[in-house]
């Protein structure tokens, strides 16, 4: 699976952006996908799950509310619609795929693709 993320930029406070990860290689709704999400100072963390077939989602309680993970099948592409952006938000966002679902979906040694990160920044 080759992963394509795209879609962050510069933006002020209270703002929003939409990131999308595109796949290409195989179905993404047969498969887990996360966002995750890293700074220079902070090991890379969870974001954001969608369980395959595309019902479940889960989110970090520091996103919850204001992200919102999704999928156009058709599209073969992940979507996460960030709204009411703060500062802390800013680092460079991953899409990740598993193939397999046996251990925790939050962690990042369970994924096996990676998208390229698109840097989102967001300014006071």
């Known amino acids: 699976v080759q992963l394509q993320a795209s879609g962050g930029g510069l933006v002020q406070t209270g703002g929003s952006l939409r990131l999308s990860c595109t796949a290409s290689?195989?179905?993404?709704?047969?498969?887990?996908i996360n966002w995750f999400r890293q700074t220079p100072e902070k090991e890379r963390e969870f974001v954001a799950h969608?369980?395959?077939?595309?019902?479940?989602?889960y989110y970090a309680d520091s996103v919850r509310g204001r992200f919102t993970i999704s999928r156009d099948n058709a599209e073969n592409t992940v979507y996460l619609q960030m709204n009411s952006l703060k500062p802390e938000d800013t680092a460079v966002y991953y899409c990740?795929?598993?193939?397999?679902?046996?251990?925790?979906?939050?962690?990042?040694?369970?994924?096996?693709?990676w998208g390229q990160g698109t840097l989102v920044t967001v300014s006071s």
């Open positions: 990740a795929v598993r193939t397999t679902f046996n251990g925790p979906y939050f962690r990042m040694n369970q994924y096996d693709y």
């Open positions: 290689g195989r179905t993404l709704s047969a498969y887990d």
């Open positions: 969608s369980r395959h077939g595309g019902k479940i989602t």
